[in-house]
């Protein structure tokens, strides 16, 4: 019904930058929040970051100042754009959009399959 596909995860060293982007598409009547996520080895599932579809902005404090999170609400695209890259920012990065479907009056939360960053000294 509503398939997330991520791109833009890679190999860049600490200091450096990536963008992440992440489309859905399928049988989506809107979508509200849209998020990111991610999960490093041994380590929980957290929030990086989360943007309304007003365009308010929330972020983790392990990224505060170094990611930005932005929306195109036509597309219905989401991008992280990761600077001063650390090694702790490894992990798999997990696209996340609420959304109502064509027909429904819900929204639930959808997900990406993930992309892997890693980020080497």
């Known amino acids: 019904q509503v398939r997330l596909v991520e791109s833009g995860g890679g190999l860049v060293q600490a200091g450096g930058s990536l963008r992440l982007s992440c489309a859905a598409s399928?049988?989506?009547?809107?979508?509200?929040?849209m998020a990111w996520h991610r999960q490093a080895p041994g380590k929980q599932r957290e929030l990086v970051a989360y943007?309304?579809?007003?365009?308010?902005?929330y972020y983790g404090d392990s990224v505060e100042g170094r990611f930005t999170i932005s929306r195109d609400n036509a597309e219905n695209t989401v991008d992280l754009q990761m600077n001063s890259l650390q090694l702790e920012d490894t992990a798999v990065y997990y696209c996340?959009?609420?959304?109502?479907?064509?027909?429904?009056?819900?929204?639930?939360?959808?997900w990406g399959p993930g992309t892997q960053v890693t980020v080497s000294s």
């Open positions: 943007i309304t579809s007003g365009g308010s902005t």
């Open positions: 399928g049988s989506i009547a809107s979508i509200d929040a």
């Open positions: 996340v959009c609420n959304t109502r479907i064509l027909g429904s009056i819900w929204y639930s939360d959808y």
